[in-house]
């Protein structure tokens, strides 16, 4: 078992953190409150040094290296966000950082770690895939392995994101925090309850990368065969060992949250607090929207880890969930290929007040008859009623239409 991290370890890098990170805001949102019922404050480690909380753990770590392990440099796994913070953190104490990532990390997450000056190397599918190879690299080079979360002194790192919390909110009762390897929510967890005991503490983890959640019911350590989940920042197969008894002493419950509550999540993040959100970040306020943390009159804080989203992903997200809400109409008719069709057809989509994003107007279709063309409509709708308005009433009108 590594040295048991304590709340003076996470006063020290406190300390050591001052002038390095940033003391991020502590947000609240009166749309969230009125879903949620609660009052609810989000951490905002998005706003964070390199866009999340990493640079806190990787910082302390890389600060108390020897002259001897400087001149090695380090090397560290990572599915992006702890790359950066390695990076950067290299940079500020003056050594080399490799990195190495699994080979569908997100784009922006290694051109970002790029720019701090590592060398990156894209090894297997997953954290784990890369953190074996960082292993290898770390045996064969000398350099100094920086462990995403199962060191103390990355736990004592992100620890003072609960000693701020703490410090700003004292009337916070209920601390919502992601996890996948656990190295944050074993910190603020830590730093949390040794100032006030009775502080509820509650982990999400995505349904797809659920793998703390069951150790925690098996009472070991159990690996995952895969961790799939768009929350690319908390797919951890295997939790670290001192992370997971941190948890089984300081973590009062974890739950899970699906696709769909984490997209819905970062869009509220996007829209409502102008906010831009990686997956791994909302699934705070994801759990509390889908119901899954009990609200009765507690007051939350939730920790938005980061915000290193990929832009292609986010533009998935959006669209995927504007369909859902009933704000994105895609559907697609029969005409008569006769002259004035379609504009008859549009015309009727304008009187429904429903705004045309595209039209795809197909000849060729062998599914259909001679005398016929396919059409296909993307339509910007206002809402599910709306949406369903027009489906009705274009059948109504003679339409076969298929959504």
């Known amino acids: 078992m ?5 709340l003076e370890d996470v006063r020290q890098a406190e300390a050591a953190l001052a002038g390095v990170t940033y003391r991020t805001p502590l947000q609240e949102s009166s749309y969230v409150n009125d879903l949620i019922g609660s009052r609810v404050f989000f951490k905002l480690e998005n706003l964070q040094r390199s866009g999340s909380f990493k640079l806190r753990g990787a910082y302390n770590r890389i600060r108390r290296l020897s002259a001897d392990e400087l001149t090695r440099g380090v090397v560290a796994a990572s599915a992006g966000n702890h790359a950066q913070g390695v990076a950067l953190a290299a940079g500020l104490v003056g050594t080399t950082a490799v990195i190495v990532t699994p080979e ?14 590592a060398e990156v190397r894209q090894v297997g599918e997953t954290f784990d895939d890369a953190f074996q190879e960082a292993l290898h690299i770390a045996e064969s080079t000398g350099r100094v392995l920086i462990h995403a979360f199962d060191d103390p002194l990355i736990v004592a790192g992100q620890g003072t994101i609960g000693l701020e919390i703490m410090d700003e909110r004292t009337t916070v009762d209920t601390l919502v925090v992601p996890i996948g390897g656990g190295g944050l929510i074993s910190g603020i967890a830590l730093a949390a309850k040794a100032q006030n005991p009775h502080i509820k503490v509650v982990g999400v983890q995505a349904s797809g990368a659920a793998a703390m959640l069951n150790s925690r019911n098996a009472g070991r350590i159990e690996p995952s065969l895969e961790a799939r989940t768009i929350a690319d920042g908390i797919a951890v197969k295997r939790p670290g060992e001192l992370t997971f008894a941190l948890i089984e002493q300081y973590v009062d419950d974890i739950v899970t949250v699906d696709e769909h509550d984490i997209s819905r999540a970062i869009l509220i993040f996007l829209e409502r607090s102008k906010l831009l959100v990686e997956g791994a970040g909302a699934v705070g306020l994801a759990a509390l929207l889908a119901q899954k943390i009990p609200v009765g009159n507690r007051t ?17 997200i959006i669209e995927k969930g504007l369909v859902e809400e009933g704000r994105q109409l895609h559907l697609r008719t029969i005409i008569a290929d006769r002259p004035g069709q379609l504009s008859r ?11 045309v994003i595209r039209v795809n107007h197909e000849r060729w279709d062998p599914s259909i008859a001679p005398q016929d063309v396919s059409v296909d409509l993307m339509l910007e709708t206002r809402n599910q009623e709306h949406w369903n308005d027009i489906v009705s009433t274009l059948k109504a009108d003679g339409y076969d239409v298929i959504v």
């Open 2 to 6: 590594r040295k048991w991290p304590t």
């Open 300 to 316: 939350f804080a939730t920790v938005v880890s980061g915000g290193n989203i990929d832009v292609t992903l986010l533009s998935r």
């Open 345 to 355: 057809l549009l015309e009727r989509v304008a009187q429904l007040k429903a705004n």
């Open 104 to 117: 569908g990390a997100s784009l922006n997450k290694i051109e970002a770690t790029r720019s701090y000056g």
